[in-house]
């Protein structure tokens, strides 16, 4: 007595989705890839630099 999985039938029959909401969806998604990837720019060019921060502020300090 094997259960049914619902999920399987989730969605199903495929429609056509309406191109307008299409391109606005796509847009969106296009938009939130850019975002990460400024954000993991921004974020691993931050310690890089906070170090050389660090580094440059030790370097002037020594008399």
């Excluded at 399987?8 to 975002?35: C, F, H, Q, W, Y």
């Amino acid at each position: 007595m094997g259960k049914e999985v619902i999920f399987k039938r989730m969605g199903l029959p495929l429609k056509e989705v309406p191109s307008d909401l299409r391109n606005t969806v796509l847009s969106d998604i296009e938009d939130a890839k850019l975002l990460m990837h400024l954000t993991r720019f921004f974020s691993s060019a931050f310690t890089l630099t906070a170090k050389q921060i660090y580094k440059n502020l030790k370097q002037h300090k020594k008399p």
